[in-house]
């Protein structure tokens, strides 16, 4: 077995590990919730059907909090003292899930219908309302992590309204969307590993160097992210091929695509200009034309760079020789999902 492929089974098994730690204090705090929010937050989770019987559906892997109990692992912290912050960084990450899948109109998470599909929007807004009161509560008695999540919300939540906006915008520019990236996804995971770094009551430089370490991870993660919405396997993914294309969303790779000042560029920009729905055929040819205009390689270069960058981070972070281990691996991981 390569190197590499073990860092990756020992990440796996640190995220395996991270759930098992995570999830009774999760369903402790979804069961503070009145019916029937609490059924919804239950069936998002994967806890129970629609009928709010028992299930085990997955309530998915787990990243973000698991990134906290390492970096606090990483700076001679214990997992226990972090375990607070993680469950709060899980339940504000699905929060924003839930109201995801009612913005984009999603039909299916985690290969089955969605909280707002079975129980209608209205209902997962409220469960998403709930869990965002939930985190938030749940580090209520430590002041810096209630104020270092805060600021990751509203990073996040001005992420969240650029996409939106986005997709009613002829042209949006690469920088423009790289700032929404850094907003949407890689504010929660940088607050993160700076969460775990807080509850280890770590140095100041060494909570910036894992923040950095996160906002770099999220950046590399997105990136990866989206290349997946347009070549990944639909059994890796969960989505049809060029799922992203075909709902012409301007992904970063796209941006950079129809920002190119390519010829490529300039056919996808009108094929994302014809009305209707996007036929087979469209999001075959759109799917050529990204890779034609530099935006495939592009974007693995750029998450390539960010993987780099967050190793500098945490160097900056001066962690312990097997934290250190685990969180590169964690880099390595956001980098080379199968694409």
Not at 72 to 82: L, Q, T
Not at 153 to 180: H, K, N, P, W
Not at 228 to 249: F, M, N, S, Y
């Given at each position: 077995m390569t190197a590499a492929a073990t860092t990756r089974r020992d990440v796996r098994?640190?995220?395996?590990?991270?759930?098992?730690?995570?999830?009774?204090?999760?369903?402790?705090?979804?069961?503070?919730?009145?019916?029937?929010?609490?059924?919804?937050?239950?069936?998002?989770?994967?806890?129970?059907?629609?009928?709010?019987?028992?299930?085990?559906?997955?309530?998915?892997?787990?990243?973000?909090?698991?990134?906290?109990?390492?970096?606090?692992?990483?700076?001679?912290?214990?997992?226990?003292?972090?375990?607070?912050?993680?469950?709060?960084?899980?339940?504000?990450?699905?929060?924003?899930?839930?109201?995801?899948?009612?913005?984009?109109?999603?039909?299916?998470?985690?290969?089955?219908?969605?909280?707002?599909?079975?129980?209608?929007?209205?209902?997962?807004?409220?469960?998403?309302?709930?869990?965002?009161?939930?985190?938030?509560?749940?580090?209520?008695?430590?002041?810096?992590?209630?104020?270092?999540l805060c600021r990751a919300l509203l990073d996040l939540v001005g992420g969240q309204s650029a996409d939106v906006a986005f997709e009613s915008r002829t042209t949006v520019g690469l920088d423009a969307c790289l700032t929404m990236a850094a907003g949407k996804t890689a504010a929660l995971i940088a607050a993160a590993c700076a969460l775990g770094a807080l509850s280890a009551d770590a140095d100041a430089d060494r909570v910036d160097g894992l923040r950095g370490y996160g906002h770099h991870l999220g950046m590399a993660f997105q990136l990866t992210d989206d290349l997946l919405g347009i070549w990944g396997d639909p059994a890796v993914t969960g989505k049809p091929v060029g799922a992203d294309l075909r709902r012409r969303k301007k992904s970063l790779p796209v941006v950079y695509a129809l920002t190119s000042g390519t010829a490529a560029g300039a056919e996808l920009a009108s094929l994302y200009a014809i009305p209707g729905a996007s036929t087979d055929t469209q999001v075959r040819r759109a799917t050529q034309l990204v890779e034609q205009s530099g935006g495939r390689d592009w974007a693995r270069r750029e998450a390539d760079r960010h993987r780099l960058d967050a190793l500098a981070c945490l160097a900056a972070a001066r962690p312990g020789r097997d934290g250190a281990a685990v969180l590169a691996g964690f880099a390595d991981l956001a980098t080379t999902r199968d694409h």
């Amino acid at each position: 077995m390569t190197a590499a492929a073990t860092t990756r089974r020992d990440v796996r098994a640190r995220l395996a590990t991270a759930r098992s730690l995570l999830e009774p204090p999760l369903r402790h705090a979804v069961r503070r919730l009145a019916t029937p929010v609490r059924t919804v937050a239950e069936y998002h989770f994967g806890w129970c059907d629609a009928a709010g019987d028992p299930t085990d559906a997955g309530w998915g892997k787990g990243l973000r909090g698991g990134l906290t109990l390492a970096a606090a692992d990483a700076v001679g912290g214990s997992a226990a003292s972090a375990v607070p912050a993680a469950v709060a960084v899980e339940l504000v990450h699905n929060f924003t899930l839930l109201h995801d899948d009612v913005m984009d109109h999603d039909q299916v998470r985690r290969g089955r219908p969605t909280a707002g599909a079975v129980f209608g929007d209205a209902q997962a807004i409220l469960a998403g309302d709930a869990l965002l009161a939930l985190g938030l509560d749940t580090v209520r008695a430590q002041p810096a992590a209630t104020a270092e999540l805060c600021r990751a919300l509203l990073d996040l939540v001005g992420g969240q309204s650029a996409d939106v906006a986005f997709e009613s915008r002829t042209t949006v520019g690469l920088d423009a969307c790289l700032t929404m990236a850094a907003g949407k996804t890689a504010a929660l995971i940088a607050a993160a590993c700076a969460l775990g770094a807080l509850s280890a009551d770590a140095d100041a430089d060494r909570v910036d160097g894992l923040r950095g370490y996160g906002h770099h991870l999220g950046m590399a993660f997105q990136l990866t992210d989206d290349l997946l919405g347009i070549w990944g396997d639909p059994a890796v993914t969960g989505k049809p091929v060029g799922a992203d294309l075909r709902r012409r969303k301007k992904s970063l790779p796209v941006v950079y695509a129809l920002t190119s000042g390519t010829a490529a560029g300039a056919e996808l920009a009108s094929l994302y200009a014809i009305p209707g729905a996007s036929t087979d055929t469209q999001v075959r040819r759109a799917t050529q034309l990204v890779e034609q205009s530099g935006g495939r390689d592009w974007a693995r270069r750029e998450a390539d760079r960010h993987r780099l960058d967050a190793l500098a981070c945490l160097a900056a972070a001066r962690p312990g020789r097997d934290g250190a281990a685990v969180l590169a691996g964690f880099a390595d991981l956001a980098t080379t999902r199968d694409h």
